[in-house]
């Protein structure tokens, strides 16, 4: 079964640019998570999508965002990039049973650098 | 604050030798519980997952929950120099179903 994969992986832009990121969960599985790590942050969670709806935030100003389609596929976007937006964000996804929280697997990432 | 703690190492042992990773949680509801390696510029890879007070084996790997105490640890036996990696302990927010991560622990293992 393939993975969870994000495009692109490596993205470089300029302050106050907006860029959008993809995430296609592996086959299967309703739940996509983002996060975003950097080295003075850790990995920190930005928001949960499943069945198409914003199920969970995370501390993330609203430049912040996201979506997810009919496939489970799922785009978050940064409008008016800054430089500490520079990071790697990682795509999770999870196969929802119940009410349990499944294990979250992760994508690549892409590394965004904002100059 | 919920929050997870690690020792941010690095923890070095020779080849062939126990690592032990130790995590503490301040989330008393906290019910799941993760352990992810992530090598140097690639993304966190699952390892072992434990929900229940005790003991978990998978491998050369064992998973320790003790949630009285909130602590969870992840034992490396036969360390291996492939087994250098930081390892994340995570525990879901039970309120967000979000991973909230330690910092994490680099683990350095000597040939």
């Known amino acids: 079964k393939a993975g969870v994969t994000q495009t692109p992986r490596y993205l470089i832009k300029t302050r106050g640019q907006q860029v959008t990121l993809s995430c296609s969960p592996i086959?299967?599985?309703?739940?996509v998570s983002w996060y975003q790590q950097t080295p003075g942050q850790g990995l920190q969670f930005l928001f949960e999508?499943?069945?198409?709806?914003?199920?969970n935030k995370g501390n993330f100003p609203g430049r912040f965002s996201g979506r997810q389609f009919s496939n489970s596929r799922s785009e978050m976007n940064v409008s008016t990039l800054e430089l500490g937006d520079s990071a790697l964000y990682l795509c999770?996804?999870?196969?929802?049973?119940?009410?349990?929280?499944?294990?979250?697997?992760f994508g690549p990432g892409t590394r965004l650098t904002v100059l | 604050q919920k929050e997870v703690e690690q020792n941010s190492g690095p923890l070095s042992v020779p080849e062939g030798a126990i690592a032990s990773l130790n995590c503490t949680y301040s989330?008393?509801?906290?019910?799941?519980f993760f352990w992810y390696r992530q090598y140097s510029g690639k993304s966190p890879e699952l390892i072992m997952s434990?929900?229940?007070?005790g003991d978990k084996e998978d491998g050369r790997f064992t998973a320790q929950l003790n949630k009285a105490s909130q602590y969870v640890s992840l034992l490396i036996r036969d360390s291996q120099p492939s087994d250098s990696a930081t390892y994340l302990c995570?525990?879901?927010?039970?309120?967000?179903?979000?991973?909230?991560f330690g910092s994490g622990t680099r683990l350095q293992v000597q040939p």
């Open positions: 999508y499943f069945s198409e709806t914003q199920r």
């Open positions: 086959s299967g599985h309703r739940s």
């Open positions: 434990i929900y229940s007070n």
């Open positions: 995570a525990v879901v927010d039970t309120g967000r179903r979000a991973l909230t």
């Open positions: 989330d008393r509801v906290s019910q799941s």
């Open positions: 999770a996804s999870s196969y929802i049973a119940g009410e349990s929280t499944d294990t979250q697997y």
